[in-house]
């Protein structure tokens, strides 16, 4: 049999997916799963973009530019001046989903063995994106007790060498909600220029921060313009995860041009998923207000609720619809997969994401998990109920 690569072997299964065939097994047993372990929205996608796609009237689902429609482009410049992100079509690639858009980012800005810093924990599929590229994350943890929040500056400047390239962050951040402040950003976009780094900036829940709290984009930091690569997608904003649709937006014409050599090589993005999009951009205001209204209500019934389980600590997340919460467990990854195929409360049980796959740190996180409150509120109440009542018999409990 030929011999797989090195790199298919290195590259890291998904936390978010990789217990699937339990939780299918669990539901072929007739078990009713909670997911609470991918970020998968139930609110409905706005109508005006199920419209665009029901209505199509074409003969020829065509490939668009490499850089996706110009008029989508033209599109999504408005939405973004009109956020208060001014740039132009020619600063926009459309891009197979936010993923596409750092996979083409990270092969754009860094070479095999250079490394890119990132505040862990961080959305899982950082790491496998780095796998791909053969380039080497050097993580910065975050710690539960002071909320993730950002950690010192001073420790991203500890951990630069000869072979650091980029910056990576989310904001508002998956998977802790975290959210940054305009002078954190600035600290880092000094970090970038001293040394001649990328800022990656991962802004796809711009949309969904709370208690007042207004995000600031890292394309508005003044004198970074140059080092700024911000990665968008439609999946969360509109709830259009399916679409595949994203985009990277920087003001780097040497860096937009060079990554058009990777879009050209992959075609396209998805036809059907970018008329969705553009049609999209239509959506009243009315719409986010009402969705971030009901995520701040099921924030609020899931974490309060995961903090009155004895021995549970779950900070309360300023932004996404994502929460970290630490267990009295042995192992999250043990923890996760004993719910779906050992444990079940009136036949029902829950699907959550071990914490281990959102850091690059071996050994952390073992007794975290990411849990996303993408349910209705009444299914969040019920899920928190089960997990109680998994924690007071799972085998591997901690009793401290």
């Given amino acids: 049999m030929p011999k797989l690569s090195a790199k298919g072997g290195n590259m890291p299964a998904s936390p978010i997916r990789k217990l699937v065939p339990y939780s299918t097994a669990a539901k072929a047993a007739g078990k009713h799963v909670y997911h609470l372990n991918i970020g998968q929205p139930d609110i409905a ?51 197979t989903g936010g993923s596409e858009a750092l996979i083409i980012g990270f092969m754009t800005a860094m070479d095999p063995g250079d490394e890119v810093i990132i505040p862990e924990p961080f959305y899982a599929n950082y790491n496998g994106f780095a796998t791909m ?3 080497t994350v050097v993580p910065i943890t975050a710690h539960i ?58 802004e796809v829940y711009r949309e969904f921060c709370y208690d007042g709290a207004t995000p600031f984009s890292c394309m508005n930091l ?20 399916g679409a595949r649709v994203g985009a990277m937006v920087t003001r780097n014409r040497e860096f937009m041009s060079t990554s ?12 059907f998923g970018q008329i969705a999009g ?31 389980i004895p021995g549970v600590i779950c900070p309360k997340p300023a932004g996404a619809f994502y929460a970290m919460a630490r267990l009295p467990i042995d192992s999250s990854d043990g923890f996760c997969q004993w719910m779906l195929e050992d ?8 699907m959550m994401a071990p914490g281990t796959g959102f850091y690059s740190t071996p050994g952390a996180g073992l007794n975290e998990v990411r849990v996303a409150y993408v349910l209705k509120v009444d299914d969040l109440r019920r899920a928190i109920t089960i997990i109680e009542a998994a924690l007071k018999v799972y085998p591997g409990r901690l009793h401290c």
């Fill in 45 to 95: 996608t706005p109508q005006v973009a199920l419209d665009a796609v029901r209505n199509l009237d074409r003969k020829v689902i065509e490939y668009s530019d490499s850089d996706g429609f110009s008029s989508y482009r033209k599109g999504l410049a408005e939405y973004y001046t009109k956020v208060g992100i001014p740039v132009s079509p020619a600063d926009i690639m459309v891009t």
């Fill in 133 to 135: 590229g053969g380039i």
């Fill in 145 to 202: 007790e002071d909320g993730f929040a950002l950690p010192p500056v001073e420790e991203f400047e500890k951990r630069i060498t000869a072979r650091s390239k980029a910056i990576l962050i989310c904001n508002p951040g998956n998977p802790t909600g975290s959210l940054y402040s305009r002078q954190e950003l600035e600290q880092l976009a000094e970090i970038c220029v001293r040394h001649d780094l990328f800022l990656f900036a991962d």
């Fill in 222 to 241: 003044a004198g970074a313009e140059q080092h700024v690569i911000m990665v968008d997608s439609v999946s969360k904003r509109y709830s259009m995860c």
């Fill in 260 to 271: 058009m050599k990777f879009a050209q090589a992959r075609l396209s993005p998805p036809t």
């Fill in 278 to 308: 553009e049609a999209a951009l239509q959506t009243p205001q009315s719409y986010f207000d009402a969705v971030a209204a009901e995520y701040v209500h099921r924030r609020d019934v899931l974490v309060d609720g995961l903090n009155a």
């Fill in 343 to 350: 444990f079940t409360m009136d036949n029902e049980t829950v």
